[in-house]
């Protein structure tokens, strides 16, 4: 089984920043790649940033040019950087593993709470 949890999550003012990590554990082997997504109430699930199996990044349009994703595969840690919150990026922020091989898997962490106050 694979653990992934987060941190970092809180209240933050508008233009202000936050780090969240996401802490990767147990079974992860193979080729796996890890991301950030979030979900407001009401709203679906976006991507917010991810990898792709070969280490390219993908954005959110509404976050690009704010936010960052960065990882150290060595700790299995993946991190977002977001700077220059809106009140708009008020979310639930989820980190997600999905495993390509030797078999498929997708694995979600339980979440951290991003408030952004206007």
């Known amino acids: 089984q694979v653990q992934l949890v987060e941190s970092g999550g809180g209240l933050v003012q508008a233009g202000g920043s936050l780090r969240l990590s996401c802490a990767g554990s147990?079974?992860?082997?193979?080729?796996?790649?890890m991301g950030w997504y979030r979900q407001a109430p009401g709203k679906q699930r976006e991507l917010v940033a991810a990898?792709?199996?070969?280490?390219?990044?993908n954005y959110g349009d509404s976050v690009k040019g704010r936010f960052t994703i960065s990882r150290d595969n060595a700790k299995n840690t993946v991190y977002l950087q977001m700077n220059s919150l809106k009140p708009e990026d008020t979310a639930i922020y989820l980190c997600?593993?999905?495993?390509?091989?030797?078999?498929?898997?997708?694995?979600w962490g339980q979440g951290t709470q991003v408030t952004v106050s206007s």
């Open positions: 990898f792709t199996r070969i280490g390219s990044t």
């Open positions: 997600n593993l999905h495993r390509y091989s030797p078999f498929v898997g997708d694995y």
């Open positions: 147990g079974s992860i082997f193979g080729i796996t790649a």
